[in-house]
T-cell receptor, first 113, second 114 residues
Framework: DQQVKQNSPSLSVQEGRISILNCDYTNSMFDYFLWYKKYPAEGPTFLISISSIKDKNEDGRFTVFLNKSAKHLSLHIVPSQPGDSAVYFCAASDQGGSEKLVFGKGTKLTVNP | DTAVSQTPKYLVTQMGNDKSIKCEQNLGHDTMYWYKQDSKKFLKIMFSYNNKELIINETVPNRFSPKSPDKAHLNLHINSLELGDSAVYFC?????????????FGSGTRLTVV
């Protein structure tokens, strides 16, 4: 029972273009969403988050959009850089409940020079 | 000055053995976790401790026993290791900032049971 789904296992984009990574969730109790970036043999590193009271959060080249009615969020990276190549995990939590993070399966982003 | 550190990074052991993985955080966080990333790459929570008290146990077999001697440490002991225990285990910690939790992960321990 996957509560957080990342349906694209991989994504390839050209340097300088926009990368859009998508995430869907099923649990309506989730009220806090996070994106993590992971390089091989390293732990997930926090990238950006969004609370359910917002529909957009921006940090430099990274923007996360939240559509609560569709239970969908997306991460936009623009412009994409080769160093952005990594696996990106979407995670969600119920901050009013257990607060545990529930992860998607990840999307491997490759940015080609 | 690593924030969340786990040891060892790699662990190869035979079936039936007992092994431990250690985790320490120097962030002053009040909650610590163990996550397991299996061969299908899912990252799933196993345990959560808040100030040394167990608050989440996600139906993990009894062979897995977490121990938190203080709020900066959360160790994972595994008895009678099985082939299916092979995975990457991540320790994490969190604390609340302005009503929301910030989570920090360790670099993982790759356990291989042969």
């Amino acid at each position: 029972d996957q509560q957080v789904k990342q349906n694209s296992p991989s994504l390839s984009v050209q340097e300088g273009r926009i990368s859009i990574l998508n995430c869907d969730y099923t649990n309506s109790m989730f009220d806090y969403f996070l994106w993590y970036k992971k390089y091989p043999a390293e732990g997930p590193t926090f990238l950006i988050s969004i609370s359910s009271i917002k529909d957009k959060n921006e940090d430099g080249r990274f923007t996360v959009f939240l559509n609560k009615s569709a239970k969908h969020l997306s991460l936009h990276i623009v412009p994409s850089q080769p160093g952005d190549s990594a696996v990106y995990f979407c995670a969600a939590s119920d901050q009013g409940g257990s607060e545990k993070l529930v992860f998607g399966k990840g999307t491997k982003l490759t940015v080609n020079p | 000055d690593t924030a969340v550190s786990q040891t060892p990074k790699y662990l190869v052991t035979q079936m039936g053995n007992d092994k431990s993985i250690k985790c320490e955080q120097n962030l002053g966080h009040d909650t610590m976790y163990w996550y397991k990333q299996d061969s299908k790459k899912f990252l799933k929570i196993m345990f959560s401790y808040n100030n040394k008290e167990l608050i989440i146990n996600e139906t993990v077999p009894n062979r897995f026993s977490p121990k938190s001697p203080d709020k900066a440490h959360l160790n994972l002991h595994i008895n009678s290791l099985e082939l299916g225990d092979s995975a990457v285990y991540f320790c994490a910690s969190s604390h609340e900032i302005s009503g929301l939790r910030g989570y920090t992960f360790g670099s993982g321990t790759r356990l291989t049971v042969v």
